[in-house]
């Protein structure tokens, strides 16, 4: 019996409580080329040791009406929000065959595995689908899904639009769904089926805050695939946490949501000399928007683990520090169920599912060749000295990553210069010169030699500690909100006052400043070159 065979295409859409309904009624759905409704049972199986699992292979029956089905996926890729996975997908007729799977490694582990398979977690949910013509020739599937994954006594609700490309480009569906986002909360999901039932099976979260991964390059990319795979990135940084963010109560969501907007925005900054007109400035307005939109709440949660937290370790008993800390946690709650219905307005999820096309539109732009684009980036950017304009096209995005550092490094080292007295409003503005230093370092630092004598540890240890003359500077106008309504914490609030004021004076910043070699950071970076 030969399986079908096939690649799917789809963006997966989580949807936020209340939605349903209004998304069902949506005009892009009205007349549809076919619609239908059927009940899903699905047995997800593994071996005791999950080694399926550990191999990114999904096994599952799937009940539809009286058919059993058999499918086989593989993990595949999760891109720009569109998942892109093989499967295998036969009849089942009581009995696993994985005889005609044409992936041979995989079907004789399949095969030897076989005895050991049992069932770990299943779905049940009702799918609702529509086969949509966004345009024409462009098809797509669109399945709402409503229902709950089990694992032994564990249950986990499930509400999802998952848009699968029957004719339609990358591009088309997700405009498709960012048409769809701009009218219902609908949040980007990367996460599978499979993916939850296992961490429910597991005792895992269903979701955790996600923290930035670093990029992969290579030195072959043009700039712009650079670029897009940085943003990617960024992306998926963003809405994961975007989607903890509306429901959570854990503020690393929060944190990390703007943490991934950030380095977005720097990334977007490092490389705008080659991206298309317009494109920064549009983007960079936007996405600073979303960040603010999560500003409050980190605020309050910054006072609250960063400024109060410590100082009520050290001193639990002094007086009007417990209500000190009652009245910021209610202000914190406030704020953040405010950012929450902020969050959850259609135009902050439409945002993230639109730059996601965006980003993909300008990685298959035509004529965008190593050659071509780093040329165009070179051109408008500080060129590293004594480079031949006739390079072989490999070294061409590490010479631009060279020119950009060393042009951040220039600025950083200026900006170092004139903090060194210690003046509050310099040492900001030196804080925000080392945070874009190393974001791009996280991102292009991988093409470079980098000479120990830049002493990016020391570096790393000054951003701390302007980060936390950053918290305290942020938390001065909460500290005096909360003495003007609450005036019995004023001795309290000067307290944890003093201590902060000590212990940044302990740090000893100017003299660290004065003890790195600043001018390193605008002149030793360089290409690595192929041996």
């Known amino acids: 019996m030969n399986p079908e065979i096939n690649t799917e295409v789809e963006l997966k859409l989580a949807i936020a409580d209340g939605a349903m309904a209004a998304l069902r ?18 047995q997800y199986f593994d071996t005791p040791g999950l080694m399926l699992r550990r191999r990114g292979i999904a096994l599952r029956i799937r009940k539809s009406g009286r058919t059993w089905l058999q499918t086989v996926k593989l993990t595949g890729t999760v891109e720009g929000g569109l998942s892109t996975r093989p499967e295998w ?51 797509i599937e669109v399945a709402l899904d409503r229902g709950a994954i089990r694992a032994g006594d564990a249950v986990l609700p499930l509400a999802e639009l998952e848009l ?27 996460r599978s089926k499979a993916a939850r039932g296992y961490a429910l099976f597991s005792g895992e979260p269903a979701l955790t805050p996600r923290h930035a991964s670093q990029p992969v390059l290579t030195a072959d990319l043009s700039c712009r695939e650079a670029f897009c795979t940085i943003a990617r990135e960024c992306l998926a940084q963003i809405a994961a946490n975007l989607l903890g963010a509306v429901d959570s109560d854990d503020p690393e ?21 080659l991206l298309p007109d317009g494109f920064a400035s549009t983007w960079q307005a936007q996405l600073r928007t979303l960040a603010a939109l999560a500003g409050e709440a980190r605020e309050w949660d910054v006072l609250l683990s960063e400024i109060l937290a410590p100082v009520g370790r050290l001193a639990p008993d002094y007086p009007g520090l417990d209500e000190l800390l009652a009245a910021a946690r209610v202000r914190r709650d406030a704020a953040r169920e405010t950012m929450r219905a902020e969050l959850r307005r259609p135009a902050c999820a439409a ?18 060749t190593g050659q071509a684009d780093a040329a165009q980036g070179e ?67 991988q093409l470079l030699r980098v000479p120990d004598a830049l002493g990016l540890r020391k570096i790393v240890a000054l951003q701390t500690s302007l980060g936390l003359l950053n918290d305290l500077s942020v938390s001065g106008p909460l500290m005096e909100a909360l003495a003007r309504a609450h005036p019995h914490t ?37 290409p690595k070159r192929k041996s």
């Open 25 to 42: 009624r949506d005009p892009l759905l009205a007349r549809p080329l076919s619609h239908g409704s059927a009940r899903l049972l699905n």
């Open 89 to 139: 997908e036969q009849r089942f007729v009581g009995h696993f065959d994985f005889s005609a799977i044409d992936d041979v490694a995989l079907r004789r582990l399949l095969e030897r595995e076989q005895p050991h398979l049992a069932v770990v977690f299943a779905t049940d949910f009702r799918r609702e689908t529509w086969v949509v013509e966004a345009a024409p020739g462009c098809r």
């Open 164 to 190: 699968e490309s029957k004719s339609a480009t990358p591009a088309q569906l997700l405009g498709f769904g960012c048409a769809l986002a701009q009218r219902h909360a609908l949040f980007a999901d990367e």
């Open 253 to 273: 969501y929060a944190h990390q949501l703007r943490v991934g907007v950030r380095r977005l925005r720097s990334a977007i900054k490092l490389f705008e000399p």
């Open 351 to 368: 945002l993230v599912i639109s730059l996601m096309r965006e980003i993909h539109l300008l990685s298959t732009a035509p004529g965008q």
């Open 379 to 445: 051109a408008r950017a500080d060129k590293p000295s004594g480079r031949s304009s006739e390079q072989q096209p490999e070294s061409r995005l590490a010479d631009f990553a060279a020119a950009r550092l060393q042009r951040l490094g220039r600025r950083a080292a200026q900006a170092a210069a004139a903090a060194r007295k210690g003046e509050v409003a310099r040492l900001h503005a030196l804080r925000l010169r080392l945070k874009r230093l190393r974001y791009a370092t996280e991102f292009l630092g």
């Open 490 to 526: 004023r001795a309290a609030i000067a307290f944890v006052g003093g201590h902060h004021l000590a212990a940044w004076h302990d740090r000893a910043v100017p003299d660290t400043i004065r003890a790195i070699r600043w001018k390193s950071l605008g002149r030793d970076w360089q």
